[in-house]
């Protein structure tokens, strides 16, 4: 079973970067979609972006991070990063990677909804807290 780390969480000053990872316990993520995820104080789990192989990296994101935001994945290190920049209050969150085995498109994920989007493979999360 896949186990899923992440860290690079921290406290930043708005208009700051932080960078997170996502460390995979065995190399068979490597085949699979990954995600970031992301819940607010108070508020329910919502989606941020997505990254898949599909002979070429195919990424996705949420309106709210587009131009700010940046996923990548280093197969080598069974690691997905999330590059954050411009970083706003709004963003203030524990963020989550997941896997999805079952590879289904980005927006039926999405459309699962939350608490768990119908994936399995979690972490436990890292805490994002933006200042203003």
């Known amino acids: 079973q896949v186990q899923l780390v992440e860290s690079g969480g921290g406290l930043v000053q708005a208009g700051g970067s932080l960078r997170l990872s996502c460390a995979a316990s065995?190399?068979?993520?490597?085949?699979?979609?990954m995600y970031w995820f992301r819940q607010p104080p108070g508020k329910e789990r919502e989606f941020v972006t997505t990254?898949?192989?599909?002979?070429?990296?195919?990424?996705y994101y949420a309106d709210s991070v587009k131009g700010r935001f940046t996923i990548s994945r280093d197969n080598n290190k069974n690691t997905v990063y999330l590059q954050m920049n411009s970083l706003k209050p709004d963003d203030t969150a524990v963020y989550y990677c997941?896997?999805?085995?079952?590879?289904?498109?980005?927006?039926?994920?999405?459309?699962?909804?939350?608490?768990?989007?119908?994936?399995?493979?979690w972490g436990k999360g890292t805490l994002v807290t933006v200042s203003s």
């Open positions: 065995e190399r068979t993520f490597n085949n699979y979609p």
């Open positions: 997941a896997a999805d085995p079952v590879e289904r498109p980005y927006w039926r994920v999405i459309r699962a909804g939350p608490p768990n989007y119908g994936m399995d493979y």
């Open positions: 990254i898949r192989w599909n002979g070429v990296f195919t990424t």
